[in-house]
C-alpha cells in the first residue's frame, strides 16, 4: 500500500506493507484524513532541526470503510464507515481498534462517504465544549481563531453565549469568525491602549486556542472576576514552559480548565456526539477545511506551515 512517511526531506510516499488485522483490530480503508498542529509541529521539527519524531507514518484523523475485521472484533462489521483516533492514516490502510472508532451512519462503498467528519479533531473540541459550563447569556472570547478556535466558537454559541468576541493576528481568519457569527473581532496588534481597557474583565468565559505565551496573558486580562479560562492551545514552544500572573489569577478567583482530553472512552463519547453535530450542520466544517489530495501532502503541510490565506484545516482525499 501506498503511504505517506516523514523524513528530513518531509513527505515521501512509498510503497510499504498493508497493516495485518489483529484479533481485537479492524483494517480500515481510508477515505479522508486531517492535518493535526501536532503533526505540522513533528514536520516543522523534521525539517526545522533534522530531528525526526518516533513515528514516521503520521495521521490520527482517519476516516474510511472497515476492510476487514479482527476475531474478537463484535462492534463492527466489513462495510461499517467510520471515522478514528489512531495514529498511521497518512495511508491507504490502518488498523484500529473499536475503542479508536466511531461509526459514520450509512453502509456501502467507502466512496458514499462525501465528506470528512474529522471525528478527532472535532472531539477534542467537542470535549473541551463540555467543560466551558457556560449560562444562557455568558459573554465568551476566543484568542486565535484557527480550526479548534471557530469549532469551539460554534459550541459556545450552541450551548447559549450572547455576546462573543474573536481575537486573532490574521485579518482574514477574523473575517471568518464574523461569518461564523462573532459578535466582535480584534487584531491585538491593532489595538490601542483605550480599547485594551475597555476589553479587561468583560468575558464570563475565555477560551485559548493558540498556544502562546501571549495568549495565556492575554485570557488573564479578559477574563472577568470568577470567570473562566480554557486552554485549548497546543503549548509547544519553549519547550511547553509558560508563566501565569498567578497574583491576578488569585485575585480574579478564576477557574482554569485544561481543555485537552487524554481519556480514551471520554474522547470516543465525544468524537460520537461529535459526529451527530457535524452531520446535522450545528458544527459547519465546510466553512474552514480544505480538501488536497493524498498524493499532494507535501504541498499541503507547506501550506498549513506557511499560514497560507483562507487555509484553516486541511483533509487529504484518498481516491479509490
Known sequence: MK?????????????IEKPECKKNEVIIKTKYCGICE???????????????????????????VVVEVGECVEDFKVGDRVTAMKEGAF???????????????????????????????????????????????????????????LVSLELAQLQGAVETAAFDLL???????????????????????????KLEEKFDLVIEATGVQAAVDMASDLVKKHGRIVLLGYHQSNNGIRQVDMKKWNYKAIDVINGHVRNLKEKRDAMELGYKLVDKNKIKLEE???????????????DLKNRKKDIYKISLTFSG
Open 171 to 197: 485579518d482574514w481568519r477574523l473575517e471568518k469568525a464574523k461569518i461564523l457569527g462573532a459578535d466582535e473581532v480584534y487584531n491585538p496588534n491593532k489595538l490601542s491602549a483605550a480599547d485594551k481597557e
Open 38 to 64: 501536532g503533526d505540522l509541529h513533528r514536520y516543522k521539527m523534521a525539517l526545522e532541526n533534522n530531528e525526526l519524531p518516533e513515528i514516521v507514518l503520521l495521521g490520527h484523523e482517519g476516516s474510511g
Open 3 to 15: 503511504a505517506a512517511l516523514l523524513s528530513e526531506n518531509g513527505f515521501e510516499i512509498k510503497e
Open 288 to 302: 474552514f477545511v480544505s480538501e488536497y489530495k493524498f498524493k499532494d501532502i507535501e504541498e499541503a503541510f507547506k
Open 91 to 149: 495511508a491507504e490502510y490502518f488498523a484500529a481498534a473499536s475503542a479508536e472508532l466511531a461509526k459514520i451512519e450509512g453502509e456501502g462503498d467507502y466512496s458514499e462517504l462525501n465528506k470528512d467528519p474529522l471525528g478527532e479533531a472535532v472531539a477534542c473540541c467537542v470535549h473541551a465544549g463540555n467543560r466551558f459550563n457556560l449560562k444562557a447569556g455568558d459573554s465568551v472570547a476566543l484568542i486565535g481563531a484557527g480550526f479548534m478556535g
